[in-house]
Every structure is written in C-alpha cells, then in structure tokens.
T-cell receptor
Framework: GAVVSQHPSWVICKSGTSVKIECRSLDFQATTMFWYRQFPKQSLMLMATSNEGSKATYEQGVEKDKFLINHASLTLSTLTVTSAHPEDSSFYIC?????????????FGSGTQLSVL | GQQVMQIPQYQHVQEGEDFTTYCNSSTTLSNIQWYKQRPGGHPVFLIQLVKSGEVKKQKRLTFQFGEAKKNSSLHITATQTTDVGTYFC??????????FGTGTLLAVQP
C-alpha cells in the first residue's frame, strides 16, 4: 500500500516557539492532504485540507494564522504551529488519499506528538 | 455541521466473544469507511461501503451500510487479542473530506 511519512514523531518545545511538522507521500503524488488533531482517547478532528499549489482550506474554528499549512509539492505538506502554547499540545496526524476521486481511502502518517511546556 | 456518532464508546469482551460497533450520521452519506487504530498507532483503512444496504466481509469482520445510508455497523465474530484497538467509522459526503466518528475502543481479555 501507499506510504505516508510524517516527521518528527514527537517534539517537546517551549511556549512561544514554532514547530514544523512534515508529511510526505513516498510512493505516490498527493494533490490533497488532510491534517487532523487527536486528543487522548478521542476522535480525529479535521483541521484543514492542504491543496498543492493553492491555499489550504481550514475547518471552522481552526486559526489559519496559528496553524500554517504549506503544500509546496505533490509529495510534501507541512504544518507549522506558530507561537505554540500548552493548549496546542496534542497528537497531529496527516493523511493523503490515493487517487483523485471523491472520498478515496486515506493513508495516514505515523503522527506527531507535540508537547508544549 | 455534520456529526458522526458511534456507540458504544468502549467495549470490554472476553476473547472469543463477539463485538459490534454502530455508527450513525446526522446526514445521508455518499459512502462510509472504517479504520482501526491500535494503541499508540495511526488509523489504518479497513473497508469502504458505497451502496445502500451493502454488506462486506473480511474474515471475522462484517461491515454493513444502512438502507438509508445514514448508519453503518462493524461486527467482529469470535474476537482475538489482536483485535484490540479503536475502531472509527468515517463519513464521506458532498466534499472530498472524511469526518471521523467518535470511535469505539475495544479491549479483549485473554
């Protein structure tokens, strides 16, 4: 199956710093990638849809200036948590569909556990 | 917005017992997908259902899509310890994004 690589797996940072998370599709091209956030023992909440070559689409309630998304190529999307605060601590996970149709199955990265001190 | 609820939230079974999780959407769906997330892991795709009333089987797992395309179920026969994890349904609608259900955590006691 398709492989989605996500780095880093975990990061600890001080409050006020910015953290960049990378999501790469290794053996396929992804014009769209999805970024989710997951709190312990809870569901995946869609944060935004990353679109190659255009602006990301953010879900209601997600601050676009706080969570910067860049989809510079067909295999790479990045999420930057700017001026991170303890309430931003969470598990962030990206996913990409294989295929250009609607509601294709998703392949997930391994996720990034962010801890903000 | 669209809501996708799953019940139960948590289920603890003895190995060999059956298990079922139910998924209900507030809106009609174009398709439903099911994912499994092992503890500490990431979601892994299990199956996609598209047709009204569709039933699909994967070994001990049986997936069903409701006639009205607003609900779905996953049934596991004779659970094993390897079945442990959280099972999520994911609803596909008018857009290309999936909305994940609240999930059901399955614990299997040997």
């Amino acid at each position: 199956g398709a492989v989605v690589s996500q780095h880093p797996s975990w990061v600890i940072c001080k409050s006020g710093t910015s953290v960049k998370i990378e999501c790469r599709s290794l053996d396929f091209q992804a014009t769209t990638m999805f970024w989710y956030r997951q709190f312990p023992k809870q569901s995946l909440m869609l944060m935004a849809t990353s679109n190659e070559g255009s602006k990301a689409t953010y879900e209601q309630g997600v601050e676009k200036d706080k969570f910067l998304i860049n989809h510079a190529s067909l295999t790479l999307s990045t999420l930057t948590v700017t001026s991170a605060h303890p309430e931003d601590s969470s598990f962030y996970i990206c996913s990409a569909p294989v295929g250009a149709g609607r509601n294709e199955k998703l392949f997930f990265g391994s996720g990034t556990q962010l801890s903000v001190l | 917005g669209q809501q996708v609820m799953q019940i139960p939230q948590y289920q603890h079974v003895q190995e060999g017992e059956d298990f079922t999780t139910y998924c209900n959407s507030s809106t009609t769906l174009s398709n439903i997908q099911w994912y499994k997330q092992r503890p500490g892991g990431h979601p892994v795709f299990l199956i996609q259902l598209v047709k009204s009333g569709e039933v699909k089987k994967q070994k001990r797992l049986t997936f069903q899509f409701g006639e009205a395309k607003k609900n779905s179920s996953l049934h596991i026969t004779a659970t094993q310890t390897t079945d442990v994890g959280t099972y999520f349904c994911a609803a596909g609608g008018a857009t290309n994004k999936l909305i994940f259900g609240t999930g059901t955590l399955l614990a299997v006691q040997p």
